[in-house]
């Protein structure tokens, strides 16, 4: 199957207040993965006539305040109406095909991505009529979870230490954050949960 993995950055917690200040996202194909680096991706900054947001939040993205208050020229750079059209032709160009009424059904994966970015992504303009996302969303923190310990679903940087990776910290980049869940995501392909509960019962 294909899966997009999309994160947000963006400036507090509450879609009907706050902002989306960066998106990105890569095309996985599950049959046919190829090197994180050479993942079709998609990432835009996007620039707003002013900024409300907590204090958390912007400190945490001084960096794309940085980005967004450059005057250069940026590729990457567009205004909350361009965002969704953008990502609808990158999407088209990846052969994403619309349904019948010519919007763009992907599913989507990321962390806490039906809790919190979906959210924010059902504020933009063109949401659920150029994109929306399927029903069912893939969290890897459900892969990750110890059901005996845990007392809610792992953090991000909780799965990445029990996926065993070297960097354990969050990026808190939205591209970077979108290929950990893709490499969260990848140990599962080829033995997914039910074949590992099947192999279990054939040595029991």
Not at 103 to 130: H, Q
């Amino acid at each position: 199957m294909r899966y997009l993995s999309l994160d947000l950055e963006t400036s507090g917690p509450n879609p009907q207040r706050h902002q989306v200040l960066e998106l990105a996202a890569v095309v996985e194909d599950t049959r046919h993965p190829l090197p994180l680096g050479e993942l079709p991706a998609f990432r835009r900054v996007v620039r707003h006539p002013e900024y409300v947001g907590t204090a958390g939040a912007l400190a945490l993205n001084a960096r794309l305040l940085v980005e967004l208050a450059d005057k250069k020229p940026n590729l990457e750079l567009c205004t909350p109406d361009e965002l969704l059209p953008q990502f609808r032709e990158f999407l088209l160009a990846q052969g994403f095909r619309p349904n019948p009424k010519d919007c763009l059904n992907v599913t989507m994966a990321g962390k806490n991505i039906a809790s919190y970015d979906l959210g924010f992504l059902k504020e933009l303009p063109g949401w659920g009529t150029l994109v929306r996302a399927d029903p069912a969303m893939l969290d890897p923190a459900a892969f990750y979870l110890n059901w005996h310990k845990d007392s809610r679903l792992p953090s991000m940087s909780i799965c990445k230490a029990r996926a065993q990776f070297d960097d354990r910290d969050v990026a808190h980049e939205a591209l970077a954050d979108a290929l950990d869940v893709v490499r969260l995501l990848r140990p599962f392909y080829e033995l997914p949960v039910y074949k590992q509960l099947n192999e279990k019962s054939k040595g029991a």
